[in-house]
């Protein structure tokens, strides 16, 4: 029911200003008929609901009986909102007057997140590229970007709103032209378009084909690529004016969110050591430990030695290692060194102890 009630308001009521402000993911921006407490709490309400679904990643925080037991205080976890007008007469016609446009607090958004023991998704996420084609029953196959007036355009950058997933399009210049065509999209030809895709440095790539059929319904293929792998899946609807917008983005946004969410826990887990080199000046420096403490996974970290370029770390995280190091990769800001020991790996320590600790490069980006 609650999903039901998430996507209707999306579809109604996401405007262009929440949509320039996507990446601040505890924002939400609601439809009100007035300003009074009643609207404001019903407001809160269905932004926290808006909020949980895209910091968790999953629909699990939607039907949590913890999360439903607090939607009624949901306004107090509001630390800042403001009302702006409401210009779409399709929604003042049901009501509406305004905008209400809200900031969660992360700190009380997490805090219910552990004791709901639900996952959290990083907001350091993948960007993911997106090659569009279309076959136009007039003009044949043709490559689309967001300067193309096709509403599935808009309907990915909703739902891009609504699940946190950062997205970017090809220029489709002459470069992108020579190395990639349109039957190469429309074929998810894999070879070029990952080539293609090289010089825009994506995290993962998605690849969309639509056809509108002769009786009117819109037929739809999606492949995704992502750290070696692929899926494949299609979406329907009975006619061109339905949004497939959150449809084709979910498959994708599911994918990532179970690979890089983890499930926070309340005590701090044990610590891992950290060598960071290339720290050759004080910004460095300071950038490195604000980076690290920065991080959703990382509880804190301590400075254990500074010895010429190295910086030694030890930092408490809530995730396993595994989680650490894909997220650490992703961000690329520090690259993984590889370890010098000729011991065979059977014999080594466990990773991230004094032992043999995690060694990495400070890349200065």
């Known amino acids: 029911m609650f999903v039901g009630m998430l996507v209707s308001i999306v579809a109604l009521f996401c405007s262009a200003a929440a949509m320039a402000e996507s990446r601040d993911y505890y924002r939400a921006e609601i439809a009100v008929r007035s300003q009074d407490k009643g609207e404001r709490s019903r407001a809160a309400s269905e932004g926290l609901m808006q909020v949980l679904y895209r910091i968790t990643g999953s629909q699990a925080g939607l039907e949590s009986e913890y999360v439903l037991s607090r939607l009624g205080k949901a306004l107090s976890f509001v630390e800042q909102f403001q009302f702006r007008a409401l210009d779409d007469p399709k929604i003042r016609a049901q009501g509406y007057q305004e905008y209400m446009r809200m900031r969660f607090s992360e700190a009380v958004i997490e805090s219910l997140i552990v004791d709901a023991g639900l996952s959290l998704w990083p907001t350091s996420r993948p960007n993911t590229l997106i090659w569009l084609v279309e076959d136009h029953p007039e003009f044949g196959r043709q490559t689309f970007n967001e300067f193309s007036e096709h509403p599935l355009i808009t309907q990915l950058t909703q739902s891009s709103v609504v699940r946190g997933l950062p997205l970017s399009y090809p220029l489709l210049d002459l470069e992108d032209q020579l190395a990639v065509s349109a039957d190469d999209v429309w074929t998810f030809n894999e070879q070029a378009i990952k080539e293609a895709s090289q010089r825009y440095e994506a995290d993962a790539i998605l690849v969309g084909r639509v056809t509108t059929l002769s009786n009117g319904k819109l037929w739809s293929s999606w492949q995704f690529y992502h750290d070696g792998a692929v899926r494949q899946y299609d979406v329907r609807a009975e006619s061109a004016m339905v949004d497939i917008g959150l449809q084709a983005l979910t498959p994708l946004a599911d994918f990532l969110a179970n690979k890089y969410a983890f499930v926070p826990e309340a005590q701090t887990s044990p610590s891992l050591v950290m060598y960071v080199s290339g720290i050759t000046d004080f910004s460095a420096y300071y950038k490195t430990l604000a980076y690290i403490e920065g991080l959703a996974l990382v509880n804190s970290v301590s400075l254990l030695e500074v010895r010429q370029d190295v910086l030694s770390l ?48 400070w890349l200065g980006r």
């Open 314 to 361: 030890s930092v408490a995280t809530e995730s396993s290692l595994e989680l650490l190091l894909r997220t650490l990769k992703l961000d690329k800001k520090i690259a993984a060194q590889t370890a010098t020991s000729q011991q065979p790996a059977w014999e080594q320590a466990r990773q991230g102890t004094a032992e043999n600790p995690l060694r990495f490069y």
